[in-house]
């Protein structure tokens, strides 16, 4: 080693030092032309691009997250809502069919009432009916019978006090 | 060794021709490695652009060691093309030497001191610029005698054995290696073919071995440039 530092007869090997320098400088220059700048430009793109995609994944993770939630939130409510429908509705089914059978009920009752009532004076006015006729036939036989001139009020009163307690009569038995 | 090498005069310059050439064929193998692998830069990188997105990111990790704050990366591409050359140039000679006349042509040009200490300059110059570009030159004077004032004489003692084992580290590596090389040739040329026989497993063991130091070396002279470098960038 020593031979060749002092050996070049004086001279030292400045020219090696030089050429290697200097093809050392355009080696470096070639390279960064033809690779290190376009492939560093595309690892610096392809590293930006990746944490833009992860932000963006980000975005849209939280996004989906917050559409699900109110998703759910949604068929929650609209469940209870539901429900809350079919239950009115059932209520309401309840109760009208509570007020139509009330209703009927109370139909029925005063249709029966009045039939009752009708029936009541209907009896009533063939009694009526029959006490008269009685009346105007007993006392036509008693006018006959006893030809004596009769007040016929008096009478009919005399003739109802009978029927009275004939009818009552028949009634206890 | 006993090589013999044809000098060229020049411009009052002296060139060894076995160097230059050497040197030039280094340059020239890692431009043609570096440019066919770059061929199709896409987003999605192929099997070329992966490998050598793969030698980037391992010159990255040693400037990124040693500028730990991330400001080193203006020095990646010296570092990617500097452990390519060197990583080059060492396997260069292991794969061929070319002798004419006794000349000798092509060899690793890492092999010559005078190449190693041209690398280490360069190495040693980037730091001492960019320190003087970052401190100013009163305070890159000054930086001599930190931390304490008494240091200044190893300090300026340093500079000198930082460039002597930065070469010759790499030089003496690379040296013994195609010696031992030279060596076992010789052994296998001794007993005719029985030692021819031998030889050739040893000599392929010391091939593979010498494949492994000039990597290992490569890798050692770029870390500690950009450690050197990055020492000079901060004040101690």
Known sequence: ?173 | MDDKYKFIDFLGLRFNVANDLSALVAAILVFILVFSLSRKITMKPGKAQNVLEWMIDFTDGIVKSAFPDGSGSRFSLYAFVLFLFIFVSNQLGLIFQIKVDGFTYIKSPTTNPIVTMSLALVSLMLAHYYSVKKFGFGTYLSNYARPVSFLLPINLLEEFTNFLTLSLRLYGNIFAGEVLLALIGTVAKSFGLVSFVIAIPVEMIWQGFSVFIGAIQAYVFTTLSMVYISRKMEKE
């Open chain 1, 1 to 173: 080693m020593a031979s060749l530092l002092v050996l070049g007869a004086g001279k030292l090997a400045l020219g090696d030092m030089l050429f290697i320098l200097i093809s050392f400088i355009l080696l470096s220059l070639a390279v960064k032309h033809y690779a290190w700048g376009p492939v560093t430009k595309m690892m610096d793109a392809r590293s930006e691009k990746i944490s833009g995609d992860l932000d963006y994944a980000d975005q849209e993770r939280a996004r989906a997250d917050k559409l699900s939630k109110e998703r759910e939130e949604a068929l929650k409510n609209s469940r209870a809502e539901a429900i809350e429908i079919v239950n009115k509705a059932k209520d309401n089914g309840d109760s009208q069919k509570k007020a139509i059978v009330a209703d009927a009920h109370s139909e029925a009752e005063n249709v029966r009432t009045k039939a009752k009532q009708d029936a009541e004076k209907a009896k009533q006015d063939a009694m009526q009916d029959a006490q008269d006729d009685i009346a105007n036939l007993s006392l036509e036989i008693a006018s006959k019978v006893i030809s004596k001139e009769l007040n016929a009020d008096d009478q009919k009163s005399l003739i109802d006090s009978y029927i009275k307690e004939l009818t009552v009569n028949n009634e206890t038995k």
